[in-house]
């Protein structure tokens, strides 16, 4: 089996690198029309910290904001794990996992 990741596209209006990912089919109802907020950190002097705020539907496409294909694929990366979080909604932390888990 092969694990298909997202990686970083050119579009054809603009010079700037994206992220595109599929929402899967079970989640598309639910999540048509709701916004997921993207954060991008600070990844040098030409690439200043971000928030995007992107609407679902089919798919999830949000611009990195970088031309720089090293860059890129680190914010691909945290793309990927916001929208992977957005489709499994907040997380429920339990009494047991708030005293296991080191605060750091």
């Known amino acids: 089996m092969v694990l298909r990741m997202t990686r970083p596209a050119k579009r054809p209006d603009s010079t700037f ?3 595109r990912k599929r929402v899967p ?3 598309q109802q639910k999540a048509r029309g709701r916004a997921v907020t993207f954060q991008f950190p600070e990844a040098g002097e030409a690439n200043p910290a971000v928030a995007v ?3 679902m539907g089919d798919f999830v496409k ?3 904001r970088t031309r720089e294909p ?3 694929k680190a914010l691909a990366g945290m793309a990927e794990a916001a ?3 957005a489709g ?3 997380l429920r932390r339990t009494l047991y996992k708030t005293f296991a888990d080191p605060p750091f």
């Open 83 to 85: 929208h992977s979080q």
């Open 62 to 64: 949000v611009s990195l």
């Open 88 to 90: 499994r909604g907040p």
């Open 53 to 55: 705020t992107v609407t």
């Open 70 to 72: 090293s860059v890129a």
């Open 25 to 27: 089919a079970d989640l």
């Open 17 to 19: 690198l994206t992220f």
